[in-house]
C-alpha cells in the first residue's frame, strides 16, 4: 500500500534533518517515489536543495577556520571542520574527473581531497605530508559523491601528527589513508 503524502513528507523532513547531505535521488529510493515528486515535496516544505543544505550546515558548524592553507585550496567541499580533532568534506565525481574510456575517477583527485582535508584538520599555520600510507577499495564512478573524514589520531614516534581518512560513497569504504603530517610546532 502506498504512502500518503502527509506521511511521506513527514518522514522526509525527518530524515533530511537527520542525514542533510542525502540526495533527491537517494531520497526517491527510498521512498519508492520519482525524483520530481521529492522535488516537489521539498517546495511545498521549504526545505532547499542539497547544496543550499550543505552551505547551512557548515556555516552552522563551523567556529573555526582553516589554517594550514586558504579554504578554496582544499579539495572537495569543507562541510564539518573541529581544528586538531575531525573534517569532513565533500566531492562529487563529474566529467573532468574520470578517465573517459571508463567513466571512472582518475585516482589523484580522491587522494587530493583527502591529502588537503588531512592538511586542513591540522591546527598549525604550516601543515605537510611527511609519510602517506593508502588503499583504494573500489573504483568510483562519474556522478557519484564521495565524502572524506578525516580524524585526527594523535603523534607518531617522530612526532608528527596522525591524520585518518575515509572515503565513502553511500555506506561504502572506497578510499582509506594514513597521513603523517609535519607541522611548524613540530621539535
Partial sequence: MK?????????????IDETPFITDEALANKFGVSIQTIRLDRLELAIPELRERIKY?????????????PLDEVIG???HLELDQSAISLIDISTEHVFSRNQIARGHH????????????????LAL??????????PVKLYERVIAKAKVQGDDDKGHT??????YVDEEVVFHGRFHMYRSTDE
Wanted: proline content about 0%; glycine content about 0%; overall charge negative.
Fill in 57 to 69: 550546515v557548515a556555516e552552522k558548524q563551523w567556529d573555526e577556520t582553516v589554517k594550514a592553507l
Fill in 110 to 125: 580522491l587522494f587530493a581531497q583527502a591529502n588537503s582535508l588531512a592538511v586542513a584538520v591540522i591546527d598549525d599555520d
Fill in 129 to 138: 605530508t611527511s609519510q602517506s600510507d593508502i588503499r583504494f577499495t573500489r
Fill in 77 to 79: 567541499e569543507v562541510v
Fill in 162 to 167: 596522525i591524520v585518518d581518512v575515509t572515503s
Fill in 3 to 15: 504512502q500518503k503524502k502527509k506521511e511521506r513528507q513527514e518522514q522526509l523532513t525527518q530524515l
